[in-house]
């Protein structure tokens, strides 16, 4: 992955993954170098698919599990200074 500056400093990045089965969190810092440090990954079981082929259709409580998971660090990414999510 190249920088867009190549004098900026490192900067912080976070990706999100939101799966059938689980919410993922991978917050990484790119080096100058254009390597990465990984600073947080994290992986919460939620579900999200449960059900889904016999209904056809997300169930009301996949959701809410999914969004439990969402909010219960909205400013970790924001503690660890993303430049871009």
């Given at each position: 992955?190249k920088?867009?500056n190549?004098?900026?400093?490192?900067?912080?990045?976070?990706?999100?993954?939101?799966g059938?089965?689980?919410?993922?969190l991978?917050?990484?810092?790119?080096?100058?170098?254009?390597?990465?440090?990984?600073?947080t990954?994290?992986?919460?079981?939620?579900r999200?698919?449960?059900?889904?082929f016999?209904?056809?259709?997300?169930?009301p409580?996949?959701?809410?599990?999914t969004?439990?998971?969402?909010?219960?660090?909205?400013?970790?990414?924001?503690?660890?200074?993303?430049?871009?999510?």
């Amino acid at each position: 992955m190249k920088l867009k500056n190549p004098g900026q400093k490192d900067r912080v990045v976070a990706f999100i993954d939101i799966g059938t089965n689980s919410v993922r969190l991978l917050v990484v810092r790119i080096n100058p170098n254009n390597s990465y440090t990984i600073l947080t990954r994290q992986k919460q079981q939620v579900r999200l698919g449960e059900g889904e082929f016999e209904n056809e259709e997300i169930l009301p409580e996949a959701m809410e599990r999914t969004i439990v998971v969402c909010k219960s660090s909205p400013d970790l990414p924001v503690r660890l200074r993303p430049g871009s999510l």
